[in-house]
């Protein structure tokens, strides 16, 4: 989403390392290019203007226009005064472990609370937490089962009213079923509307008062630029909320709500919606959010991506096969299952410092031709992935048959595993193999 503001700045930064030295012209003819870059991607004026005022205070200092590399220094200022304006370091988010600990999300209608709901309860499910959906939303009839919905897929349970009960009925007497049913977190899914209404935020107080809470999370749908920031300003003063979901960031937003909401609000943000899958949800990192910003990378969040996925015993086990040239059709097939676990591959390259999503438009993988790979592979016999040189013309037409698809792709896949096998011979022992997910081996 912030890919014209990289590109902009990038190109800035790349005009001022090409010059010899900066002077108090060059760098104040800078920062206006980077106050018009900062609006154009829909950031908060005051912000725009705060951030650039900051800026320029430090960069026209002595130990920038004197140091030996100025247009670096210039850009590391930049980047850490980016870093503060995203809200400086990742709070921690440390909730009680009681029978339950309540977790209250709130916004518009659209906002996605209740794919969000369903998104948290599978984030802290990781943390050793047993979560339980609750829904608030009487409001409209299918919320309730849209909610039911998330829950299944997510393997959750969900707790829906009874009639005649109200908003905070229901999440007054989550407490007594979660208890019930050994559940120790509740995640309460609120009713919204199309736009803040007094009736909204009466019924959100209630139901706070009701189960006062551990954490209020507002969430934020990033699409929506300022508007998002004018939303978050109004719940943070009216009812109070402890920081901000903001979901749909993998879209085509410019950016501003994420650069605004930390200074005009003074809450941050805690979390970031990358994707529609529940899975598809990331803490946010102000440091690593502006290195991807400013063009440089974050090779911190997809190194834990790959932690996530890759089990480092069996990065092991496969050393030992590919040293002994026992890599078969099974391990190619787990290989490519966690790799596509991590998420589209454009988004784990555009984390590579360096390489932006411009530069990836025709390499997106296609999730069509990796479904038709695993397929292949499931077609065959134990023996076949055993061993695929026993795999002749006959049984090549039954695999193609079994799988869907054709000879051809049978026997180019069966080519492309014979020349990765020629290639780890060739490296020979005592070097290290590259395997996706980071792992060296």
């Known amino acids: 989403m912030f890919e014209q503001l990289t590109d902009k700045i990038e190109a800035l930064f790349r005009g001022l390392t090409s010059r010899g030295k900066l002077n108090e012209d060059n760098i104040k003819d800078s920062l206006k290019e980077v106050r018009r870059a900062l609006l154009s991607a829909d950031v908060n004026f005051k912000v725009a203007k705060n951030f650039v005022n900051r800026v320029q205070d430090k960069a026209l200092g002595h130990e920038v226009l004197d ?19 995203l809200g400086g370091s990742a709070p921690n988010i440390d909730l009680p472990h009681k029978t339950p600990t309540n977790i209250m999300l709130v916004g518009l209608q659209g906002s996605g609370k209740t794919t969000t709901a369903g998104k948290l309860a599978k984030y802290f499910a990781k943390r050793q937490y047993k979560p339980m959906l609750v829904a608030c939303d009487i409001q409209r009839p299918a919320a309730a089962r849209q909610l039911e919905i998330v829950g299944d897929d997510a393997g959750f349970p969900v707790l829906v009213f009874k009639g005649g009960e109200t908003p905070a009925g229901v999440a007054y007497r989550s407490q007594f079923e979660a208890r019930q049913a050994g559940r120790d977190l509740n995640i309460l899914d609120t009713a919204g509307r199309l736009q803040i209404d007094d009736e909204m935020m009466a019924e959100a107080r209630e139901i706070h008062d009701k189960v006062n809470p551990d954490l209020v999370l507002l ?20 009812l109070g909320v402890d920081g901000f979901i903001l979901t749909k960031l993998d879209g085509d937003a410019r950016g501003g709500a994420a650069l605004s909401l930390r200074e005009v609000t003074g809450k941050p943000i805690l979390f ?36 996530l996925v890759f089990d480092e015993n069996k990065a092991k086990e496969l050393e030992k096969k590919l040293r002994k040239q026992k890599f078969d059709l099974n391990d190619f097939r787990e290989q490519l299952r966690q790799l596509k676990s991590m998420g589209p591959l454009d988004e784990l390259l555009s984390m590579i410092p360096g390489i932006k999503k411009s530069m990836l438009k025709g ?23 055993a061993n695929p040189s ?35 011979k060739k490296m020979g022992k005592g070097k290290k193999f590259a395997f996706p997910g980071g792992f060296g081996l």
């Open 67 to 85: 140091s030996i590399a100025p247009g670096q220094q210039f850009i590391k200022i930049v980047h850490d005064e980016m870093v503060a304006l």
């Open 219 to 238: 969430v934020l749908d990033a699409m929506t630029g300022q508007e998002a920031v004018s939303v978050g300003e109004t719940f943070t003063q009216q």
């Open 272 to 307: 970031v919606g990358i994707g529609e899958k529940l899975d598809a949800l990331e803490r946010f990192h102000p440091d690593r959010m502006a290195g991807r910003i400013l063009g440089m990378g974050d090779v911190v969040s997809l190194v834990e991506k790959a932690e």
């Open 363 to 385: 390499i997106q993988v296609d999730d069509k031709a990796t479904a038709h790979i695993e397929a292949i592979i499931d077609s065959m016999t134990r023996a076949e992935r």
């Open 390 to 424: 026993i795999i002749d013309g006959n049984r090549r037409k039954r695999v193609a048959v079994g799988s869907g698809t054709s000879v051809q792709e049978v026997n180019r896949l069966i080519k492309q595993f014979f020349e990765m096998k020629k290639m780890f």
